[in-house]
Structure formats: C-alpha cells, structure tokens
C-alpha cells in the first residue's frame, strides 16, 4: 500500500466511519464514559488497545483460515478472538503492571463485550487489508471513538441539557445531540482513498 492509501485508511477510520457516531459500534462502552470526559478518556484508549491488538490477531487468523479454506468460520474465529485478547491483557497488565491494570481493569472488562472491536476485524477482513492498514485502521478508529466519547462527554458537562424544554430532557436531547454530532462528520463521508 502506497502513502496516500495508508492516510486515506486512518482517515476514513477516524471521520467518515467513526465508529460511535457513524457505524454505532462503539456504544455498547459503560455509560460513565458519556458522562465524565476522564472516564471518557480511559474507556477510549482501552478500546484502542483492544482494536489495535483484536485487529492484528484478527488479521493473522483470518490468513490462517483463508490458508486452511476455512473462511466460513471467519465470525466465530473473530467473536473468540476479542474476548481472548482482552482476557490475555488483562493478564498481561495484572502480573507485569498492576498498577496501570487496577486502573484499566473496570474499562477492559466493559471493552470485552464492545462490539467496535469485532466490526473492526470484520471490516479489516471485508476490504482486505494488510497488516499496515489494518493496524492504522484500527489505531485511527479507536482514536476516533475516543474523541466521539470525550466530546460527547463535554458536551454534556458543559451545556446545561436541563435547560430544554421537559420533553426533551434525558434521552431525547441526548439523542438529538449525538446526531448533530455524527452530521457535523457527514461532509467527510466518501473520504476513503484506498
């Protein structure tokens, strides 16, 4: 892959298919991370770890199946694979760094269900990408789960919602204001160069 297609990946993955305000991948993330823009914070780059790491090995699997003719069971090999990735970091942090693990545990283990993580894999399979762009894809649109979080997170902080009229406090204005953000990204859809 040349350049211009590596940037067009990274790009596209972090505007024009963010994965919580476009693709509604991401969502499934605890709720505390769209109310408090620290919390936001430590979901999103647990998230991006888990996408980077879940992509890669996704990628390896997916060669080992096309290998094999074993395509078929591309789904289940990536269901299996998030998990397994988050239950080996998991490990990994507690027995080698456990202070940055107590800090991460409660985030990995709300990312282990997180559906951006297998979209990912699935969407890196799909388009055929190599291990270089399936890491910027995923690092790209951790990134950008992590702005969409942290944002919406603000927002919410910042702007007295109570302030609405009565029919729209809680979720409506909540969900009124997650789709103005995904149509502020809408002018970048169509951005993919590769």
Do not use: K
């Amino acid at each position: 892959m040349t350049a211009v297609q590596l940037a067009g990946i990274a790009l596209a993955a972090l505007l024009s298919e963010n994965f919580i305000l476009v693709s509604c991948l991401g969502i499934g993330s605890r709720t505390q991370a769209f109310r408090d823009p620290l919390d936001a914070w430590r979901t999103g780059y647990s998230l991006t770890s888990v996408m980077v790491i879940t992509a890669l090995a996704a990628w390896v699997v997916n060669q080992l199946l096309r290998h094999f003719a074993l395509s078929y069971f591309q789904t289940l090999a990536f269901a299996l694979t998030g998990p397994l990735v988050v239950a080996g970091l998991r490990y990994f942090l507690r027995t080698c760094i456990p202070e940055l693990s107590r800090r991460m545990d409660e985030n990995l283990s709300s990312v282990t269900s997180n559906c951006a993580a297998m979209g990912t894999a699935l969407l890196i399979a799909q388009r055929g990408y190599g291990p270089g762009g399936a890491f910027l894809y995923a690092l790209f649109g951790g990134a950008g789960a992590t702005v969409a979080m942290m944002c919406f997170a603000g927002l919410r902080r910042e702007v007295s919602l109570t302030s609405c009229p009565r029919c729209f406090q809680g979720l409506p204005i909540n969900l009124i204001t997650a789709g103005l953000m995904a149509l502020s990204l809408v002018g970048f859809y169509g951005l993919h160069l590769s």
